[in-house]
């Protein structure tokens, strides 16, 4: 339906990188940002029939997948620069350009998670799926607050403290989106389709000892 790609989209996103240089702050992602960016362009393809949130999603993957290539060309070159001393003097540049991308893309990616809620929100309460509802309602606030900090630190120095809080957030909030993903993912499906099963590999022992005890007695 969309949803199984938007949850590896998703995975592709947290994969480290490579570390260029220890006094370099730019790394070199083994997965880049721009196939996590394809990858929700696709998925949201298949969904924006159900949700006028979801079209609104995929118009934002549009500078955010230009934003990714340069963010990718910056690490290619900085990467090269390990072994051509003439690109090495231009690490500055490179890092300042990564730097300057990130932080265009805070409000980018802000509108993309909120679009994206909109659209689980009204396709979840359409096939009355009140936990996905609630689900999706909790992720907008978190996302919120993480991006707010996040444009915060990208023009203000801010504590120590304050900066590991964001980035603890920032695992909130990813993890969190691929739960909610993945729950769509196995609840949601076309109306012509079969309901896929519930992965609850607990409830199933649950329900085979129930059986049991049930033939047994």
């Known amino acids: 339906m969309g949803f199984g790609l938007l949850v590896i989209g998703y995975a592709t996103m947290m994969v480290w990188g490579l570390e260029i240089d220890p006094d370099l702050m730019i790394g070199f992602d083994i997965l880049p940002d721009i196939l996590g960016y394809i990858l929700f362009f696709k998925g949201l393809s298949n969904l924006r029939p159900y949700s006028k949130g979801f079209v609104l999603a995929r118009y934002i993957t549009f500078p955010l997948m230009i934003l990714g290539g340069v963010t990718f060309a910056a690490q290619a070159t900085a990467l090269l620069g390990t072994w051509i001393p003439e690109i090495a003097v231009h690490w500055s540049l490179l890092q300042n350009i990564d730097s300057i991308v990130r932080t265009v893309s805070v409000p980018l ?101 129930k059986k049991n005890d049930s033939s047994s007695k």
């Open 109 to 209: 990616l802000f509108f993309f998670h909120l679009y994206l809620c909109q659209g689980i929100r009204e396709l979840a309460a359409e096939v009355e799926l009140n936990k996905v509802v609630s689900l999706s309602k909790i992720a907008v606030c978190l996302s919120s607050v993480f991006y707010l900090g996040q444009l915060i630190a990208g023009v203000a120095p801010l504590p120590g403290a304050v900066v590991w809080v964001i980035t603890l957030l920032h695992y909130i909030v990813y993890f969190y989106y691929l739960y909610l993903l993945y729950s769509c993912y196995m609840h949601i499906v076309y109306a012509d389709e079969t309901p896929k099963e519930v992965f609850n590999p607990l409830m199933r022992l649950l329900d085979k000892i």
